[in-house]
């Protein structure tokens, strides 16, 4: 009964962990692994040699967003009138983080690159090298600091609004009512998201799936002929 008690809180610890810290991050590239998992399976090298190009392309573009982000955060410290002590905490932490964030989404291509198809097939199915779990999380990183860096940067602007002196009350709302309305918005679409995500969990439960259905293969001419990308039950 006890040991069911703590199983129970430990996963509970988790979910929260996923949902607030890590913004569903750590749960949403797990599961990318297992469907990762089941192309390999299914369809071979080839399904994990396109996932190894997907996931540069997505890593290029988190590089593009925290560069952006570590830029406008060290520019805006320079803002005038000077910046209250908080505003430039958060916004000093998100500059930090960025950069962080880029340092790790450079340096995970470069040690991933002498591994081989075969390895990498081994590494997201977690079986002889590391808890699928903890590279999941490391995985995705950079995404999770660049959410969290534009979380600080939002915050050092609420708080800028509200210490400026300068500003009166009616120009203040100006301000601070589409930065309200961005953060509701914020909230919603991670909750709609997580609403989704666990609905399209419940249906595919026990099912192995994969985003790509057949493989690319040649039509005499010398050319590939592109994968077809779903998402259903096998």
């Known amino acids: 009964m006890m040991f069911r008690l703590l199983s129970k809180l430990y996963l509970l610890c988790l979910q929260i962990l996923d949902n607030v ?46 560069a952006f982000l570590a830029t406008m955060s060290a520019a805006i410290l320079a803002i005038s009138p000077p910046a209250p002590p908080l505003a430039f905490s958060v916004w000093l932490g998100a500059a930090g983080l960025s950069v962080c ?8 291509p ?28 490391a995985v995705a990183s950079p995404v999770i600091f660049a959410l969290w ?9 609420v708080d800028y609004i509200i210490e400026n002196t300068h500003g009166k009350p009616r120009f203040m709302l100006f301000s601070l009512v589409p930065v309200a ?26 099912k192995p799936r994969h985003r790509w259905h057949g493989l690319p293969h040649n039509d005499g001419n010398g050319s590939s002929l592109n ?4 998402s259903v039950g096998a």
């Open 110 to 137: 470069i040690q991933a690159f002498s591994i081989s198809d075969e390895d990498m097939a081994e590494l997201v199915k977690g079986c002889n090298y590391i808890n699928p779990t903890f590279l999941a999380i």
């Open 181 to 206: 309305i961005g953060f509701m918005a914020s909230a919603a679409v991670m909750v709609i998201a997580s609403i989704i995500g666990q609905r399209v969990k419940a249906r595919y439960k026990g």
């Open 21 to 66: 810290l890590l913004f569903q991050m750590g749960h949403t590239y797990l599961a990318r692994f297992h469907e990762f998992a089941d192309a390999a399976e299914a369809d071979g090298l080839q399904a994990v040699n396109r996932w190894r190009v997907e996931q540069q392309a997505e890593w290029n573009r988190v590089s593009n967003t925290l």
């Open 149 to 157: 860096s534009s979380i600080l940067f939002a915050v050092g602007i």
């Open 101 to 108: 964030g880029l340092f790790i989404v450079q340096y995970f």
């Open 227 to 230: 994968l077809t990308r779903t």
